[in-house]
């Protein structure tokens, strides 16, 4: 048994644009593929919780669905749990959906509003079809809402969606993917639609589960304060690269790439004395699309600290900075010393 | 100084099925020029309700139940239709919905979608209209060719700033803005705050900025205004809410403990259990005494009234009579 759970080498996923039919005879405007992901590696621990941050367009949710094979990669392997999984077989593939499971993001679109909440749990146990008579599967039911904490369980499985709240049907969403009895579980942006009141309890929930029952997760998210307390890891995704990987508290007290640093500053912070400033953020325009990733270091567009070096040379690896914290910034301690002097 | 708006006992209800949903329920509060008050609180207390009744147009089955909404003295409620079109709305108070960008419909170009708003409330010639919309999109830092696109070729950032355009076009002075970051990313949310900024100056406006994230009504709001259950609960200014005391009414408390912070790393973050009351048949007393930590006897009994406990700041809680 190794300590790593997933190991994701060199993935790139591109989708091809759509040609007419007149293109496809003449072969002309032939369009540039777009590149969501492009050669990312990384690795996800055993009862790790692993975030991965960024924009949309960053090609974190792409990311997600290579991860939970909805999708297949262009090129780059995938290890789980030590297994070769970058193409499966239908019933491998079966076996492998089992032990990864999701949460999405929206509570409101991913049940069938005409399944009571009983039905919502049973469905992945006859998908999978997890042998067990009625009174086995109500024991799995009732077991997999009460380490959701929806107490007590027989008046919530009675119950049909539209009867719950956000954070309600976010505890049942989890609990759905916990039946299936998972070792890890994908969940893209499962707190952004949930009031703020709330969240922090989904995040508390859905992190007892975790160390209850030894999960990894993967936790996808724009979001950096809610990442900050639930993750051990972050990622850093701009336009399908990672661009800063490491430890949640050194990413975010110490981040060395300055889009990471963009992305802290952006983050408003609930103090007073705020009202006159215009914060300028150390980051220029929109991200651009990823049909058309600029040459060299790809965030020197935006980035106000790029040099001709910048543009020029070939791209930026990640380098290791100190533990387990990498970074792909060729100025990266430049800067550091630049914002020093400057104050 | 006369207030630019005045909102006096307003109570507005929606009369469905099932009963009159108490979704506005005596509020008070006025909005100075050049002033930014931020409406806070969690998803069903009332903060788009009440952005709609400013604008005379609450959502149906929602009606009046009693009030007054003064626009520069003049209350709104009573006028017909036809006035409220022709004088008040988009004219002094105009609206930058929920969501709104996404709700640019997806077979016209931005420009005759912004054309529209113009046809609707004024009578400008076309090439009037045209050289107005360029000199708006340029505020909002957005290139002219830009009315020749369709809603799809543009980013959400760039979609929202030509929404924001077209709620400045008739020159208001009031702008509601709801919810106007929410479904953005970061760095695009800072750049729209900027933003805004720079317009509120700019054409010395008055914003009503609707959002539940505490943390983004630091940035923009000098007064808050936080709402729970149809009632406001606590109004102060930025410095009263957000400075060393720490809010005074325990919702506002909760509310801003559940708000997470990047460079305060706490193990657990807290959260307010339950959810907020259905407004058919809200509790009795305090409206936040079932989910509050502080509630006693009396909270449970008697409602707490809006009272000033320092210049400017009002609370309705009975623990500031209680000591």
Redesign the interface.
Known sequence: MTDTILSIKNLKKYFEPHQNFAQSITGGGQKKPIKAVDDISFDIRRGEIFGLIG??GSGKTTTGKLVMKLIEPTSGQMFFDGEDVTHLGKEKLKEYRRKVQMIFQDPYASMNPRFKIRDVLEEPLIIHKVKGSIEERTKMIVQALEEVKLIPPDEFMGRWPHML?G?QRQRVATARTLILNPMMLVADEPVSMI???????I??MMKEVQKELGLSYLYIT?????A??FTDRIAVMYLGRIVEIGRA?DI??NPLHPYTQ??????????????DI????P?YG??PSPANIPQGCRFHTRCPYATEACKREPEPELSLDSAEHYHACRRAYEVQAEKKRAG | MDSLLKVENLQMHYFTSKGAVRAIDDINFELMPGETIGLVGESGCGKTSLGTSILRMPTPPGRYVGGRILVDGVDVIPLPEREVRKNVRWQKISMVFQGAMNCLTPVYTIGRQMMETLNEHSDLSRSDAESLITEYLGYVGLPPEIVQRYPHELSGGMKQRAVIATALFLKPEIVILDEPTTALDVIVQAQIINLLKKLKKQFSLSFMFITHDLALEAEISDRICVMYAGKIVELGTNAQIYGTQGPAHPYTERLLAATPRLFKKVEQLQFIPGTPPDLIDPPKGCRFSPRCDKAFDKCFQEEPPLIEIEPGHMSACWLHRRG
Not at chain 1, 222 to 226: E, G, I, N, P, R
Not at chain 1, 262 to 275: D, F, M, N, Q
Request: charged share 30%; proline share 5%; no cysteine.
């Open positions: 924009e949309s709240s954070g009031d703020l009141s709330t969240r922090a309890e995040l508390h724009h979001d950096l304060s809610t900050r307390y508290d975010i007290d963009a992305l802290i500053e952006a983050v408003p912070e609930p103090a007073s004395g705020k009202l215009v914060k300028e953020l980051i929109e991200i």
